[in-house]
């Protein structure tokens, strides 16, 4: 049996974990300025990372870790491309 908090964590720690992508991919890449591309690669990244989890044993492949890793980054990225969000990343990087 899982405690809630330990649930509770897992989720919100996968959601999160990927969100750093959705700042600094469509910085250092023009090309992750598309939603599409963007996310096609971020999940391609969740699955190698969850595939890698696998192949050395050292974890378990979860669906719904990629699943969370890749709505968290999107849902950033989405955000990011408020007018709010364009602001925010613009006094960052200057």
């Not at 890449?29 to 192949?55: C, D, G, H, W, Y």
């Not at 050292?58 to 849902?75: R, S, V």
């Amino acid at each position: 049996v899982v405690s809630f908090e330990r649930f509770f964590m897992n989720i919100i720690g996968n959601f999160i974990l990927f969100m750093p992508f959705a700042f600094f991919l469509p910085i250092l890449f023009k090309r992750q300025n598309n939603f599409f591309v963007f996310s096609l690669t971020v999940a391609l990244i969740s699955f190698a990372a969850e595939f890698i989890q696998v192949i050395f044993m050292t974890g378990t492949g979860d669906i719904d870790d990629l699943l969370l890793n890749t709505a968290g980054a999107c849902l950033l990225f989405g955000i990011l491309r408020t007018k709010a969000g364009k602001a925010l990343v613009e006094f960052i990087k200057n």
